[in-house]
């Protein structure tokens, strides 16, 4: 049996090539390999921001990011909420305008439905504490009534609006294993209602 690391190629050159046999192979490389990689990629990439401007704030959005996780894993909230505190800025630098959806894309599978909806909508959620600001601070009005609109406003309260200052934050490596077992557990849960 080929292995991972021993693994041979296939012979097709294209989708349409590729054999019965082919598909089977690939697709279990493939799947092991997600599986044996699961939450490595967000880590990684949270991880290369370490030194992204801080944009005239006294802290940067990495920093951000760990100070809003320290503030959930402190005020006892589940493992899933707390890596989703980690990550919800994860995408910004990538497109600051929609970071939050991507964000929110970067964990769908992983963390519930609420937590999902929660980390893709804060962008606007956010706004509501601009006190001071042009910005339309009345903006997520729209969502008033949806099943998540109370959470939203609590995760953008308590883990991102209030947490812009200096604090004593834990570091990346404390929150690892939680993405890791986060991200294990939902790619196996996602490999067995999906087999293909
Ligand atoms: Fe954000
Ligand atoms: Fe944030």
New binding site residues.
Partial sequence: MDTIEGQRTVKATSFREATAEDWEYVTKLGREAIQKNAGRPVIDLLRSQKDVPNHGWQINNYE?SLQ?ATRALKNGETEEYIVAALL??LCQDLNPYNHDKLAGDALRYYVSDELHWVVAN?QIF?LSFRDHSKFDTKACEKYRGHPYFEAAMRFCEHY?MN?FGKYDYLPLEHFEPMVYRLYEKGVQAFHAKHPY
């Fill in positions: 951000h809003c919800h800025d804060h956010q991102d947490c």
